[in-house]
């Protein structure tokens, strides 16, 4: 576990890197180290990376106010998971951990990612989305000019960002792409948007060779209570009421985070550097829909002896900037990482809401300590 300053011997450490790129030229395992683990998505690729590589990851996380240790799961146990609390903002200590890790390839999914806390204090999301970002792509940068020719062709960095960047759609425009313009709306989706272009920058300046991939709106397991799903479904456990912005028209591409994980892993392992990838499940909803959906599930699992769920639906004012529409055609995605999201919208909400059913111990935990539900983003108001 890398914790502090490095511990390993000068022999250990030289065998474990003599192992790491003999293993990675030969086409075996390689070593990841990836930003952001302790969070929604990226722990769904840590568990993902455990259970179904051979692939070793050091998972850098600084532990914010939506991390949880918890959402790795069995992962310390495996023999091929290392820890590092760190803030991707400290270039000097990302440098450190390069040097002491050796990772093959970076995922670089740190970031602060909800749009209402972005009204609320936009400040943090650039200094972790942007400068953080720059401050990774500079530690990257340099060891990867230690790295012999071999090496330096093999290395990967991978950014994983958002759809938002792209702006918004209206009901009848055809849904994003890799080449659609960026049209960023919220101070969440321009961070995103900036960080995206530092990543391309120092591919075309350096050659770094980085890659982006760009998702719709995650959900599943582990999601913590401030978004959507999560918290509808929290609400609904309660019998509390259940907020829906607006008229509940807004539409969004929903994508079963435990598939996107396994995207990512393959984009990892097959990206071209230069390239972009349009992740995406092709499973549009309002958000009506989703509350109505997530409503009848509960009913059926946990039935309320006070009636159907749907009675809680309650419409509130409309986030200040409020995007109409997202969604990605991934078909580029698709053919080139041999990938295809395996759960249609209804099984993944099934499987979300047994999960927050069977885990009340952690999100009561949360509701306690870190965020009791309350709405956020209405600064603009």
Known sequence: MITGEPEFSALCLLCRNLNVFFGHKSG???RILLTGGC???GSAVIRHIIRSTDHSVLNVDCMTYAASEETVEDAPSSGRYEFARANIVNGSEMSRLFEAFRP???????????????IDGPGVFIQTNVVGTYSLLEAARKYWLTLDKADREAFRFHHISTDEVFGALEPNDPPFTETTPYD??????ASKASSDHLVRAWFHTYGLPTFVTNTTNNYGIWHFPEKLIPLITINAIEGKDLPVYGDGANVRDWLFVEDHAEALVKAVEKGVPGETYAIGARQPRSNLEVV??????LDELSPDAAGPRERLIRFVSDRPGHDFRYEIDPSHAEQALDWKAKHDFETGIRRTVQWYLDNRDWWEAIRARRYTGNRLGTAAE
Not at 104 to 118: G, N, T, Y
Not at 292 to 297: A, D, E, Q
């Open 184 to 189: 960023p709306r919220s101070p969440y989706s």
């Open 104 to 118: 093959h390839a970076v995922m670089h999914l740190a970031a602060e990612s909800h749009v209402d806390r972005s």
């Open 292 to 297: 109505k959906t997530i409503c009848k599930v």
């Open 28 to 30: 075996n395992s390689m």
């Open 39 to 41: 969070g929604f998505i």
